[in-house]
């Protein structure tokens, strides 16, 4: 995962499958901690966002190798995550280092990208069995939309389902105002704030 080469997630995830590894504790121990160290070298300064972009594309190299073994073990390994930009903003950049995380720590990730409506976030994770939904806005003009997914999802009584949400003007201060479950700063914390609130 660290030198994030595709061949070689590749390799190790066939190697593991050849030593009679269990998938998942493949995906955790193997493919899962390089990610951690990933993070914390993103955290730390140390690497920036292509080498980020990069291990989360090995990593998903290596989770095509172990997908067709999971249906034995449930399927998914940590759960499915809906994640998009809110109605009316078209940053992504932060949402793209977020998914990456999610992705290289074993979540399914629906990235559903940018200016999407409240509705569409919740009607996703009703389809996709969701546990979580996370939303980015930038401007100040456009927080509105992640308060609005939180009332759909009361409206649609889906109070399983986690909600996160980040951005340059967005607070946590702002997130428990409308009764959402986390706030997040940056994609080099998102991990750990999910698998607290997936607990």
Not at 10 to 16: H, L
Not at 91 to 117: M, N, Q, W
């Amino acid at each position: 995962m660290e030198t994030w080469n595709r061949e070689l997630a590749r390799e190790a995830a066939n190697e593991a499958l050849r030593l009679n590894i269990e998938p998942l504790e493949a995906i955790e121990g193997g493919l899962g901690l390089g990610m951690v160290s990933i993070s914390r070298r993103f955290n730390e300064g140390k690497i920036f966002l292509p080498q980020v972009l990069a291990a989360s594309k090995a990593m998903e190299e290596g989770m095509k190798v172990f997908e067709p073994h999971l249906s034995e073990y449930g399927g998914h390994t940590k759960g499915v995550v809906v994640m998009g930009t809110v109605q009316g903003d078209i940053h992504e950049i932060g949402k793209h280092v977020v998914c990456a995380f999610l992705r290289g720590s074993g979540y399914t990730v629906i990235d559903l990208g940018k200016d999407v409506p409240p509705e569409d976030f919740v009607q996703t994770a009703k389809e996709k069995n969701a546990r979580l939904i996370g939303a980015s806005a930038l401007m100040t003009t456009t927080l509105v939309g992640q308060r609005r997914i939180v009332e759909r999802l009361k409206e649609e009584r889906m109070f399983y389902v986690k909600t996160i949400f980040g951005g340059a003007c967005c607070t946590p201060k702002w997130v428990e105002s409308f009764g959402g479950d986390a706030h997040c700063a940056c994609g080099a914390e998102v991990v750990a704030t999910v698998e607290q609130l997936l607990r």
